[in-house]
């Protein structure tokens, strides 16, 4: 009998596995009537786009925010373009609102929040983000189109009301501006992102004005929006605020870049940002490099920070493009792939990331006055934009009645949030006792807590790029991050989490086997 000791490494997938985005992320109104949410999910039927008769049953797709039986009719807010929402730590809604009226959970006018100064016809017609040190107090900013001459916000206070909220007055209170810049430069694009501090907010919009085109940083801290606003030249003709459209403006999770689609300027804009200062910096343009135009409307960062993609609205069937944005920080503007849809006869509108860290992208008809139904196409996997799978996703939120513009479905906009809700772990989901499990956190966090789940409790480790372990014991852990602010203490909502399964990976030897060959 031959005496053997069998033993060797199974062969496991390694799986990037993106976690759920905090759920401040996860309800959604946009178009006309449209309203999907994240607390419940559901299989879906969706069209790859690369073969659009046919169906895949696509897992954790969101669902109507309010069943049709518990409400048939559209929710009645309506914008052409620009919108943004926010719900608690706990997913549930809060707010949304088209930029000029603001609605509450019960989709009712909020108190005291009408004639704000965003527009339906904004392409971000605004964002909200939390007050820094007041759990129950808000900031919505608001910005108009092209001739309004508006840029403002309000502060929210969501206990009143039985918890429905109202908007405090005075009513639009004003930004203070750097010297020599108009207010009627700024037009339409509205960002907003942590500061590396892990507590307070940037609020980034766009000054507008040929050569002297400026991006403006507001802070805002527990003592409201500081009157020092924090601008970086981008000198260009073609930014000028009397233009007939524009496009997105996007931070990435990380807080690290940026990316500003201009649509009929026919350009893109990318660099560097500085969380900390408020600054920009690498500034480039696509036509200035490459020598060509590039027409889009919306624009979204993967993730992890490292590819671009930008929706397409100068070719037929072309949905969108994407792009290696290291390679675009070094000057290289070549489209690493494009996505087509052969059939598509929509526009190609914002690109959002959702909670789940997949990116959704909207499509408006021809015409705002043709009756189709609603349409956004998912990217599945948005970190890898070469194999990952985009599938159309047709009528998520039906609902009786006629949406507020006269007709129900999608239209060029998605909600505005500000990108630190999406920073993400990737990670290891399966593997080997004794081999390494490698993690990274996409925080600007200069330490972090972490706990493997071992009984051990948690530690605290510097932010390294990428975070290594090796399990002892086989079993499912549910391994916990917390990054920490520059006082050591947990910065809020920033906790994230993974589950890694190990496999003990040993075949155990069958004595039973006799003079076997092996």
Request: proline share 6%; glycine share 8%.
């Amino acid at each position: 009998m031959k005496q053997m000791n069998l033993c060797y490494s199974m062969l496991l997938i390694m799986l990037s596995f993106n976690v759920f985005a905090q759920k401040e992320t996860y309800n959604w109104f946009y178009g006309s009537g449209q309203g999907i949410t994240w607390n419940r999910t559901q299989t879906f039927n969706g069209s790859p786009i690369d073969a659009p008769n046919t169906t895949v049953a696509l897992t954790g797709i969101p669902t109507r925010y309010e069943s049709q039986s518990v409400r048939p009719q559209l929710y009645p807010m309506s914008t052409r373009e620009g919108v943004f929402s926010l719900s608690d730590s706990q997913g549930n809604l809060l707010f949304y609102s088209n930029g000029s009226i603001i609605y509450n959970a019960n989709h009712d006018i909020m108190e005291n929040a009408t004639e704000l100064e965003g527009h339906s016809s904004s392409a971000q017609s605004g964002i909200i983000v939390p007050f820094p040190g007041n759990k129950n107090k808000y900031v919505a900013i608001s910005i108009g189109i092209s001739g309004e001459n508006k840029l403002a916000y309000n502060i929210l206070d969501i206990e009143a009301n039985n918890g429905l909220g109202k908007l405090e007055l005075p009513k639009n209170r004003q930004f203070e501006l750097p010297q020599g810049v108009a207010k009627s430069s700024f037009v339409e694009s509205l960002a907003a992102t942590k500061h590396a501090n892990g507590v307070d907010y940037w609020i980034i919009s766009i000054s507008r004005a040929g050569i002297d085109s400026k991006m403006v940083a507001w802070l805002l801290t527990k003592d409201g929006v500081l009157n020092s606003p924090i601008t970086s030249p981008i000198p260009d003709n073609a930014l000028v605020p009397d233009r007939p459209g524009y496009g997105c403006f996007k931070i990435s999770p990380n807080g690290k870049y940026f990316a500003l689609v201009e649509n009929l300027a026919f350009n893109l804009y990318w660099g560097e940002f500085n969380n900390k200062t408020g600054k920009f910096s690498n500034t480039n343009n696509y036509r200035a490099i490459a020598n060509k135009s590039i027409t889009s409307y919306g624009g979204e960062f993967s993730p992890d920070g490292n590819y671009l993609y930008v929706s397409a609205a100068d070719a037929e069937n072309k949905i969108a493009y994407v792009f290696d944005f290291n390679e675009l920080l070094l000057g290289n503007t070549v489209i690493l792939k494009t996505y087509a849809a052969p059939t598509n006869n929509y526009f190609s509108g914002a690109i959002q990331l959702g909670p789940d860290l997949r990116m959704y992208m909207t499509m408006s008809p021809p015409s705002f006055t043709d009756p189709y139904p609603s349409l956004l196409y998912m990217f599945e996997n948005p970190n890898k934009p070469l194999t990952t799978k985009v599938y159309a996703l047709k009528n998520l939120s039906p609902g009786t009645e006629r949406g507020a513009d006269g007709l129900p479905g999608t239209r060029l906009g998605l909600p505005n949030f500000a990108s630190s809700f999406f920073m993400a772990i990737d990670g290891t989901t399966t593997i080997c006792v004794g081999e390494q499990a490698v993690y990274t956190i996409h925080s600007n966090a200069s330490k972090i807590e972490i706990d493997f789940d071992e009984g051990d409790g948690p530690k605290i480790i510097n932010n390294i790029e990428e975070i290594k372990h090796s399990f002892k014991k086989p079993g499912n852990y549910l391994i916990k991050f917390r990054p920490l602010n520059s006082q050591g203490n947990p910065i809020e909502n920033e906790a994230k989490s993974i589950y890694t399964t190990v496999y003990s990976c040993y075949l155990p030897v069958n004595h039973n086997l006799i003079n076997a060959d092996y």
